[in-house]
């Protein structure tokens, strides 16, 4: 829980009265990898700060998944538009590694904005931060190559290439695995 609230004062200082009210709203889940943490059609209904691991959100199609982001360690993690809207969720997210996480339901998060000081400027951060990542990956799919998306995926997370299987890097810089394997090839 403390890499939670270490997350949390980056945003905006807690007092220990809003950490208690928010911590004791947080349940832990460990989930091995390979696991559906949120079907295509369900509604989502936690947001989650996802401790260790890593997750893809991806739409599910007969012959290739379409993958179209990951989250990692130590930030948080939701089928978010179907979160807000409380409507089903067009794609599904799917652990990649084991995955401890901590959750919270949408009454209890709706809680925290009430009781406590900094949930709103938290919820305003939040929204920020999914904006701008969901810009600047629309803004990459217009402008740059696949080649400059794949090397700027390793520049931002290097480690990703140990965890995520190459099928899904290929899906989500927009190219078939032998597409993949071709700018594999040029840049090394």
């Known amino acids: 829980m403390e890499k939670i609230r ?3 004062e980056h945003i905006a200082p807690m007092s220990d009265k809003d950490w208690q009210i928010f911590s004791s709203k947080l349940t832990k889940r460990k989930v091995p990898k390979h696991t559906v943490l949120l079907k295509r059609g369900e ?32 930030h948080f993690t939701s089928g978010y538009d179907s979160f807000l809207t409380r409507g089903p969720s067009p794609y599904q997210v799917e652990t990649l590694t084991d995955v401890t996480l901590w959750r919270l339901t949408y009454n209890d998060l709706q809680h925290i904005y009430a009781d406590t000081e900094v949930g709103q400027t ?59 394997s071709r700018i594999r090839r040029r840049i090394t």
């Open 43 to 74: 509604t989502e209904n936690y947001m989650s700060f996802m401790e260790t691991g890593i997750v893809r959100y991806y739409i599910p199609k007969d012959d290739n998944d379409v993958t179209f982001s990951f989250s990692f360690g130590n």
């Open 6 to 8: 270490e997350y949390l």
């Open 122 to 180: 938290m919820a305003r951060h939040a929204c920020e931060a999914i904006f701008l990542l969901k810009s600047k990956r629309e803004l990459s799919l217009l402008n740059d190559t696949a080649e400059q998306r794949y090397l700027n995926l390793f520049t931002e997370e290097p480690y990703l290439i140990k965890y995520i299987p190459l099928k899904y890097i290929a899906s989500y810089i927009g190219v078939t695995p032998q597409g993949l």
